[in-house]
């Protein structure tokens, strides 16, 4: 085995790979975390493929990887230009097209991006890329060498060396064996009966890690020839268990071409499945027999194997070769025909007869990389007799329904013998409600999507075989020809795409699409995380003791197995805390280590420590707690019910007079109804980490974390050390994403790691496993909206009375001021003339809830434009005429008092409905929906405006410390944290044009505490406002100093002015400091100005779904944004972009499932979606087909930097126009079933909530046009 590392693949002193350069020049690195697996993706792709890879086959290679920052876009424009035979990339001046223009280095296409910097007016129309300096993609900085001249190459001493039989010896006397012949895997079966077999380990690798499943002993058997076998003859073909899925996949690929049609009608049905199965790294690595013997009841495969008729062959001990029906070999749940001493061989798969039709199905909550919700293998063998067809055979098998793939007997034997036909399938849909029965609390949850699919999956397969058997050409009769939409494969074109700016250059740097200023450290894996840096000796790792209950008082607990365990050093409770043990951020409602009473799962009770990661998990493990079980509040419903809330959360907001108006005569109509919100987990891709040491025998503590707040961390260490502030120090380099999620509920972790460093005086590293980092750290809240709104009959709306509340989770945390935004954001963009505001935070038992991007403004606005849409309903409107009859606008005052000026949504909107020609647009959808029965297309065009400023006034501060060195370059340090956002790059530009230096002389090492001092967490959207005006009143000032000396002569560099002003005894370091001025905000007046300005924007969405599936792909986004005179439009852009696809994850992906009231087949107050198995972020195929950014031009901002405006947060709420698009899809369907009133869609909207919306006969059979979906709010 030979390993390239993405260090090895190219980086910094070497030089980097083009891969790894077109990927940092197209900034499609942000916080990096995920961008090694992304230059490895494609690298494994062009290193193993023949000739250039396409499109396709690039994108189709990242779907297994996940990115939480960027949305994509970039990273397949840095890699698209390798899908061109273009060998020029690989060596210098490829910058030229035929016609001489220039080549975009990212696009391969022509483009408007490397014109010359200075030239014209500096405003370019450009595809992304700053290439004012560009020099060849393989070129080295270090030694000038171009890149090919370095390639790896795979050793060949490799090549020729011989297989070996191998045994090695893991943790706990594992063993692993490699044998190479059958006879040696039959004997280690029978020397270890319970020897787990490996091939991809994609199935044994997830028990021994995630569920914690111990082996004694693997053999691998991926070397074995017998079990590799792929061998054709005339009645089928045999396929050995070893053989991978790329593999199976490119041999049926080959058979399906050579031999007539209709003998490869399973052949194809295995290719599609075999597409949809998991990602390229998985399909590479894992094998059939993996699949089969795994016997999952959501296995894709197997209910195809059953339905095609395949025959697993098995071999025992002695070398006898059995043969059994795939359609017998499931048992139970994941028990199979097999003794212990047997295993399988290899499968045989018969070709089809004439007329016989095998189709796959299968349904996810996300399309690419992603388990089935339900799958089906569909077969039946047709017979003509005179002018009908007859069923001669079938077999109709559902995985994801019962225990093992459910074989449809009793339709079986009701089809053999019929006519093929309407009537049939209609007659075979209630035939098939009896052979599958799933019970109301059935594991999985989902139980009436469940069932209609498979109805759904059923009539397809009905409509398919019509289509196939008449030639495919017409319908069958008394089919009309809009029904082939429900058969009409789905195909995924590239992303394609457009980023639209102005450039305002202000001096060398501010204004300039730089590149993220750590992208090539990231690119090349060579960025140093936390949980990187270097442990120093004598170090311990740390594991928590969390709480299993979500409400219950503690009565003993038993650490003795800990203490006895592999490793341990040491375990710390409540009682071992030398400082205090109570903790907050806003207020100390928490406790560091629960003392007597738990409130919810995963809080942490104590922290052990050992000489490894695994070890301390062991003992953490063996902590027996016993405890006294109380009534834990599992949802808000129970909490409003309950009356449990947080103390003093109430809060009240009004304008006008809402009685009044809903008394007096002046509302035609008035609506009351209730939206839920539901929540969203970070998915930050690097999870919470701290490495914490004492200094002087535990006189200082110093930490490294990753965190938006490292002053939070460093309060926190020292409040339950009982230390002074002054002696406890926190760093933070980047963090591999934050999202609002390390703001506060990160420090916890900190200070519980801080204990036992502390009390060991020993190092201690404590990294969070995604698992419990989804458990424990909290997510952005679920809310619940129940208005009332009174308006006219053309739609103006005159009052509305809100009462809203949030999820606080068992602590109050920051869900006070993340309410208070929801409240301010209740309006979005419309003037309400009477506006009544009540909020409260409910307490319930779950982790306690926090800051997400948005701030709870998202979810306000959220709450608004739902019932915007259904006012249009109600008056048979389109919602954007609503939307634009209520329009604020300049002078407009707000419903707490602040006044809008410098408005510019008016054009934003505007100059959105005549780009995305929303007349024609809306006309296309129209058409195309009246030819399509089972696809909808829906469009939606949606404003924001989002408030910049902390509400809470205090955090509107920012330090800098800005240090000019003799050489002339400049060490920036400032209170705000980079975690993937670009801060750095933007401040690090200002300070470049304040000195009227390039950006490379500027340099920003990390964020710490004995620095920069008491810095407000990195959030709001507003650190490089507060952070870039900071860093600039540190370089005046350092000017000021300067200029006495720059007066005497002409220097001819910054660096010769630097030496003769340190010549002259001048200080070259500055600390700057900037407060937001004019803000401040009085709950009790319920007036003031809470926002410095507003950020406005636009998003236009079209969206198709498949009404009987409930899948769903964005056809096209159209975003466009204020953001004044950009500091850094190529950032901008990839803020944008990343924050709508996050948006677009939360309105229509991404659903926290907890045990709950909805969820009763989940332990109470455990998450079930607490890892990437289960919880969908978008993915690579999930961005829209196009999807075009543009910023709005000559729109300055006068309050802040530069003329720039905030970017982070705005965006978010811009990807419910996906939302808004799939409900427009969604009327157009219930529309064909005369269903015309309004619906309630949550986000988010899932293929079961889409699915479950488009009622109609399949769904009707189990539930009413109302049903709407359970969600854990
Ligand atoms: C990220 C991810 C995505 C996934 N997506 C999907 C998906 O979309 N659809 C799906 O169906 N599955 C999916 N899976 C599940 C899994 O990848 C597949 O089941 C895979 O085919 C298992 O093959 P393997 O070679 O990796 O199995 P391994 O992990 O190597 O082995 C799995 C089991 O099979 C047994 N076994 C292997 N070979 C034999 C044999 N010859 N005889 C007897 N027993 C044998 C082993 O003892 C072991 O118990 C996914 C898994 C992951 C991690
Ligand atoms: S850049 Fe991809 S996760 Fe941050």
Same mark, same amino acid.
């Given at each position: ?12 002193? #070497?030089?980097?790979?083009? /891969? ?5 020049? &197209?900034?499609? &690195? ?79 296409? *022509? ?67 490699? *044998? ?36 004694? !002993? ?148 996300? #399309? ?10 569909? #077969? ?62 059935? *594991? ?105 209950? $979500? ?14 365990? *592999? ?42 420590? =050992?000489?490894?990661?695994?070890? =301390? ?26 009356? &449990? ?138 809310? %619940? ?13 005159? !009052?509305?009375?809100?009462? /809203? ?78 939307? +634009? ?6 002078? &407009? ?17 505007? +100059? ?8 024609? =647009? ?109 860093? %600039? ?22 660096? +010769? ?114 890892? $990437? ?26 309050? !802040? ?13 811009? =990807? ?58």
């Amino acid at each position: 085995m030979h390993v390239i590392t993405v260090e090895g693949v190219g980086n910094c002193r #070497r030089g980097l790979h083009p /891969i790894q350069e077109s990927l940092a020049r &197209s900034h499609g &690195s942000q916080c990096g975390f995920c961008t090694p697996g992304f230059i490895m993706s494609i690298y494994a792709l062009l290193r193993s493929s023949q000739e250039p890879p396409t499109l396709e086959q690039i994108e189709e290679s990242l779907a297994g990887n996940l990115c939480r920052c960027t949305g994509y876009r970039p990273i397949v424009d840095a890699f698209r230009v390798f899908a061109k035979t273009n060998d020029s990339l690989y060596v210098n001046g490829a910058l030229e097209g035929h016609s001489g223009q220039f080549i975009c280095p990212s696009t391969g296409k *022509p483009c408007s991006c490397g014109l010359k910097p200075g030239n014209e007016d500096e405003k370019l129309k450009t595809d992304r890329c700053s290439v004012d300096d560009y020099s060849p993609v393989s070129y080295s900085d270090t030694d000038g060498t171009i890149f090919t001249n370095k390639e790896l190459i795979f050793p060949p001493e490799l090549l020729l060396r011989k297989l070996t039989y191998l045994c090695l010896t893991g943790l706990n006397g594992l063993k692993w064996y490699r *044998p190479l012949k059958l006879q040696h895997v039959l004997d280690l079966k029978a020397r270890y009966p319970d020897a787990k077999l490996v091939v991809g380990n994609t199935e044994v690798g997830i028990e021994m890690r995630l569920k914690r499943m111990e082996y004694r !002993a693997l053999i691998y058997i991926a070397h074995i020839p017998e079990l590799n076998q792929l061998s054709l003859n005339d009645e089928g073909m045999e396929i050995g268990a070893a053989v991978k899925l790329s593999e199976l996949m490119k041999v049926l690929q080959t058979v399906s071409d050579k031999r007539p049609p209709y003998e490869t009608s399973s052949c194809r049905a295995l290719i599609e499945q075999i597409k949809w199965f998991a990602g390229t790294q998985i399909r590479n690595a894992a094998s059939i027999g993996g699949n089969i013997c795994t016997a999952s009841p959501i296995s894709d495969l197997n209910p195809l194997w059953m339905a095609a008729g395949a025959k697993f062959r098995i071999v025992d001990g002695k070398g006898n070769i059995r043969t059994c029906p795939a359609e017998k070999f499931f048992l139970g749940y994941r028990k199979v025909d097999m003794a212990s001493s047997e295993i399988l061989h290899s499968v045989f798969l018969p070709w089809n007869k004439q007329y016989e039709f095998v189709k796959e199905f299968k349904q996810a909550h996300r #399309r690419d990389d992603d388990i089935a919700i339900v799958n089906a293998g569909m #077969r039946v063998l047709l017979e003509q007799r005179d002018t009908k067809w007859v069923v001669s055979d079938a077999s109709i098998v559902y995985g994801g329904v019962a225990p093992v793939p459910l074989f449809a007997y009793k339709t079986k034997l009701f089809l053999i013998g019929n006519t093929w036909s309407k009537e049939l399938m209609q007659d075979a849909l209630e035939v098939l409600q009896e052979d599958i029965v799933l019970k109301e609390n059935a *594991p999985g949850g989902m139980v009436e999507f469940r069932k209609s699919l498979t109805l759904s999956f059923f009539f397809k397969f009905f409509l398919w075989v019509c289509h196939h058997v008449d030639g495919q050409t017409s319908c069958p009769s008394g089919i009309p020809s809009s029904h082939l939409s429900a058969i009409q494969p789905f195909h995924r074109t590239s992303v394609t795409g457009s980023q639209d700016f102005d450039i305002t250059k202000h001096g060398t740097a501010v204004g300039s699409p730089e590149v993220h200023l750590s992208s090539k450290l990231q690119v090349s894996g060579e960025a140093e995380y936390t949980d990187d840096t270097p442990v120093p000796p004598n170090s311990l790792y740390a594991a928590l003791v969390l709480s299993k209950k $979500p409400h219950a008082r503690i009565l003993s607990i038993d650490d003795s197995g800990a203490k006895s365990s *592999p490793g341990f050093a040491g375990i710390f409770f409540a009682k071992d805390i030398p400082g205090n043990n109570n903790i907050g951020p806003v207020i100390a409602d928490e406790e560091l280590f629960a003392s007597e009473f738990v409130t919810c799962v995963g809080q942490v009770i104590g922290v052990v420590v =050992a000489d490894t990661h695994e070890n =301390a998990k062991n003992a953490a493990r063996r902590v027996h707690i016993e405890y006294d079980e109380l009534p834990a509040i599992l949802s808000m419903k129970d909490a409003i019910h309950c009356n &449990s809330f947080h103390p003093n959360t109430e809060k009240c907001l009004r304008k006008g007079d809402v009685d009044l108006c809903f008394q007096s005569d002046q509302c035609d109509k008035i609506m009351e109804g209730e939206v839920q919100v539901g929540g969203q987990e970070h998915f930050y891709l690097e999870p919470n980490s701290s490495l914490v040491w004492t200094v002087d025998n535990g006189n200082e503590v110093h930490m490294v974390s990753s965190t938006q707040a490292p002053q939070k961390h460093q309060k926190y260490v020292s409040h339950v050390l009982g230390l002074p502030m002054s002696k406890v120090v926190c760093k933070t380099k980047r963090i591999g994403g934050g999202f609002g999620g390390k703001e506060t509920r990160s420090a916890f972790l900190a200070a519980s790691a801080a204990i036992a460093s502390y009390l060991l005086n020993r190092p201690v590293k404590l990294t969070l496993d995604r698992d419990i980092d989804m458990m424990i750290t909290g997510q952005r809240h679920s809310f %619940l909206g129940k208005y009332k709104v009174g308006f006219t009959n053309n739609g103006k709306v005159l !009052a509305l009375d809100l009462e /809203i509340y949030n999820n606080g989770g068992n602590s109050l945390d920051l869900s006070l001021a993340i309410l208070e935004r929801a409240m301010f954001h209740s309006d979005n963009v419309y003037e309400i003339p009477n506006v009544r505001i009540n909020g409260r935070v409910c307490y319930t038992n779950f982790p306690s809830n926090t800051a997400f991007r948005g701030f709870g403004g998202p979810q306000g606005m959220l709450i608004t434009e739902n019932w915007v849409q259904r006012i249009a309903m109600e008056l048979k409107k389109s919602p954007e005429e609503i939307r +634009e009859i209520n329009f604020q606008r300049e002078g &407009s005052v707000l419903h707490y008092g602040q006044k809008i000026e410098h408005f510019t949504l008016d054009r934003i909107w505007n +100059e959105l409905k005549t780009s995305c020609d929303l007349y024609n =647009a809306r006309k296309e959808v129209d058409q195309f929906n009246s030819n399509n029965r089972w696809k909808k297309r829906g469009i939606a065009l949606i404003p924001t405006k989002f408030g910049i400023s902390f509400t809470t006034k205090f955090m509107n501060q920012a330090g800098a410390l800005v240090q000019v060195y003799t050489d002339g370059t400049v060490l920036v340090t400032h209170g705000g944290v980079e975690m993937g956002q670009g801060l750095h790059t933007k401040v690090a530009q200002i300070a470049a044009s304040s000195f009227n230096i390039p950006l490379s002389s500027v340099f920003i090492s990390e964020t710490s505490t004995d620095k920069v001092p008491n810095a407000t967490p990195t959030a709001a959207s507003a650190s490089s406002d507060m952070y870039g005006a900071a860093v %600039l009143d540190a370089c005046e000032q350092i000017k000021v100093r300067m200029k006495p000396i720059a007066s005497t002569r002409n220097y001819s560099s910054f660096a +010769e002015l630097a030496n003769a002003c340190y010549m002259e005894r001048i200080d070259l370091s500055a600390h700057g400091f900037f407060i937001t001025p004019d803000i401040g905000f009085d709950w009790k007046t319920g007036e003031g100005i809470p926002f410095r300005y507003f950020t406005y924007g636009a998003a236009f969405a079209e969206v198709e779904i498949d009404t009987l599936t409930g899948d769903f792909h964005t056809t096209k986004a159209d975003v466009t944004l204020d953001l004044g005179f950009s500091l850094n439009p190529a950032i901008d852009v990839g803020q944008i972009e990343g924050a709508f696809i996050q948006g677009l994850g939360w309105a229509a992906l991404e659903e926290l499932k907890w045990g709950d009231p909805a969820h009763r087949w989940i332990p109470a107050g455990f998450l079930y979606t607490c890892g $990437p198995g289960n919880y969908k972020i978008p993915s690579v195929n999930d961005v829209p087909l196009k999807f075009n950014i543009s910023l709005l031009k000559g729109a300055p901002n006068a309050k !802040a930097i530069h003329s720039s405006k905030a970017v982070g947060e705005p965006p978010f709420f811009l =990807a419910s126009a996906v939302l808004f698009a799939i409900k427009d899809a969604i009327v157009s369907a219930r529309a064909e079933v005369g269903c015309s009133d309004w619906f309630p869609l949550d986000n988010p909207a899932t293929p079961e909530r889409i699915r479950m919306a488009c009622t109609d006969e399949f769904t009707k059979a189990f539930v009413d046009s109302d049903f709407r979906p359970k969600l854990s709010i």
